[in-house]
């Protein structure tokens, strides 16, 4: 009896390796997407606890080079959250774009475990008409003797 074996073997696991790959990848762009969104959240916190603050002291009627200085820091911390959250939407489309290479290898994999499957049918067909062939071959030789 043959013994099957999967021609497409090797694609199928490098498939499989580049999968894993992706995956690990997804996984680290979105944690790295986790971490800008709580450090967006920080700030949105840090700017409210800022502008309490501004509220109490007088708000803008009042024109102490204290307040000028606030009201750069505030400028500074919109600056920052700008750009915390350039930073997400870039995160985002980086996962977004690994999660899509990902999607299609997970389908290749899927097509090649689906004909490795066919082959192996095809392979218990031949196994099962070798056999039936032996069986008449012998069945024919003991009529005959």
């Known amino acids: 009896m043959k013994k099957f074996k999967f021609t497409l073997k090797s ?4 498939k ?23 450090g967006l959240m920080a700030m949105e916190v840090r700017f409210d606890e800022q502008r309490r603050e501004y509220g109490r002291v007088g708000g803008p009627a009042c024109h102490s080079p204290d307040l000028a200085l606030r009201d750069m820091g505030f400028r500074a911390l919109f600056f920052h959250m700008d750009e915390q959250k350039e930073r997400i939407r870039v995160a985002k489309e980086e996962g977004d774009r690994i999660q899509k290479k990902l999607i299609g290898l997970m389908t290749d994999r899927k097509i090649l475990e689906k004909l490795r499957e ?3 049918e095809r392979h218990r067909e031949e196994l099962q008409r070798e056999e039936a062939a032996m069986i008449d071959d012998f069945l024919t030789n003991q009529l005959r003797s």
């Open 11 to 14: 694609l199928l696991d490098l």
């Open 118 to 120: 066919k082959q192996r």
């Open 16 to 38: 499989l390796a580049m999968e894993r790959q992706q995956k690990a990848e997804l996984a680290e762009a979105r944690a790295r997407r986790d971490r800008f969104v709580r």
